[in-house]
T-cell receptor
Framework: SQELEQSPQSLIVQEGKNLTINCTSS?????LYWYKQKYGEGLIFLMM?????EEKSHEKITAKLDEKKQQSSLHITASQPSHAGIYLC???????????FGPGTRLSVLP | DTGVSQDPRHKITKRGQNVTFRCDPI?????LYWYRQTLGQGPEFLTY????????KSRLLSDRFSAERPKGSFSTLEIQRTEQGDSAMYLC????????????FGPGTRLTVT
């Protein structure tokens, strides 16, 4: 079965700094999703990537999927306290099934 | 209605009691998923429905767990004879079924078994 690893496990940055979170899969990724979760709440969909080399941006968050489709990165530019939370990557097979999540990266942004 | 809703948001129960949670998906979505999340971990898949059909169940879903989606709209997840290890956040999500769809999550139901 597919497994996802995330690094780092946690991250503390000063407001205004850039940061990157990585997600690595044991198998080829057909659908790679990034979600954000505030403590004790549901997941908020950020972006989905499907094609090797694909890159998407929304506001100050950019996600990339490598050419081999086994690694994705999430980059936040000029971080703000509102970016704080747990970032989770998730993946599905090519039918949108067998959904698995990584363990999450906890981000804290110090004002 | 613009999102997935779950009820209740919090549930405290004594060991051995039965509990039932409800999920109302986004109305146009025909897929509905249940996940369990414990502290510090990512969500773990439990089961999913396409319309009213339950298409997949995780081995995590023991005989004490049952899920239904009788009319292909809302779904219920029941846990019988709760154990302390069942304490977790139970998340529901919904999606379209075509292609590789993104899932939209509800706020979750936090279960505490004392």
């Amino acid at each position: 079965s597919q497994e996802l690893e995330q690094s780092p496990q946690s991250l503390i940055v000063q407001e205004g700094k850039n940061l990157t979170i990585n997600c690595t899969s044991s198998k080829t990724l057909y659908g790679l999703y990034w979600y954000k979760q505030k403590y004790g709440e549901g997941l908020i969909f950020l972006m989905m990537l499907q094609k090797g080399g694909e890159e998407k941006s929304h506001e100050k968050i950019t996600a990339k999927l490598d050419e081999k489709k086994q690694q994705s990165s999430l980059h936040i530019t000029a971080s703000q306290p509102s970016h704080a939370g747990i970032y989770l990557c998730g993946a599905s097979d090519n039918y949108g099934q067998n959904f698995v999540f990584g363990p999450g990266t906890r981000l804290s942004v110090l004002p | 209605d613009t999102g997935v809703s779950q009820d209740p948001r919090h549930k405290i129960t004594k060991r051995g009691q039965n509990v039932t949670f409800r999920c109302d998906p986004i109305s146009e979505h025909n897929r509905l998923y249940w996940y369990r999340q414990t502290l510090g971990q990512g969500p773990e898949f439990l089961t999913y429905f396409q319309n009213e059909a339950q298409l997949e169940k995780s081995r995590l879903l023991s005989d004490r767990f049952s899920a239904e989606r009788p009319k292909g709209s809302f779904s219920t997840l029941e846990i019988q004879r709760t154990e302390q290890g069942d304490s977790a956040m139970y998340l529901c999500a919904s999606s379209f079924s075509r292609g590789v769809p993104e899932q939209y999550f509800g706020p979750g139901t936090r279960l505490t078994v004392t």
